[in-house]
């Protein structure tokens, strides 16, 4: 499955911004979604999942009650809304694809996308 997200951009901290995540080449509701995230000089983390029908998410908890994953099985398109950011959720932002919810090696991968929050 090909993803594309898009969304990123500057925003000043307690500002809000929503991430999209298109995905095309194979039956998207076959795929658990998440959202991973790099911060410069830092390791890749997990941000938030939701499971191939969206009943159910998982998040980290730093971004639990800010951050909410959704998807629309319709238009092949995984979301990621971010409320109250702070500038410590800079970072570039990835979609990635797995037929299994709990997944820890997430098998496809899109471009990313960077959010920029100023203090």
């Known amino acids: 499955v090909q993803l594309q997200a898009s969304g990123g951009g500057l925003v000043q901290a307690g500002g809000s911004l929503r991430l999209s995540c298109a995905a095309s080449?194979?039956?998207?509701?076959?795929?658990?979604m998440a959202w991973f995230r790099q911060a410069p000089g830092k390791e890749r983390e997990f941000v938030a999942a939701?499971?191939?029908?969206?009943?159910?998410?998982r998040y980290r908890d730093s971004v639990k009650g800010r951050f909410t994953i959704s998807r629309d099985n319709a238009e092949n398109t995984v979301y990621l809304q971010m409320n109250s950011l702070k500038p410590e959720d800079t970072a570039v932002y990835y979609c990635?694809?797995?037929?299994?919810?709990?997944?820890?090696?997430?098998?496809?991968w899109g471009q990313g996308t960077l959010v920029t929050v100023s203090s």
């Open positions: 990635a694809a797995d037929p299994f919810y709990y997944s820890t090696q997430y098998n496809f």
């Open positions: 080449g194979r039956t998207f509701s076959n795929y658990a």
């Open positions: 939701i499971t191939k029908n969206g009943g159910d998410t």
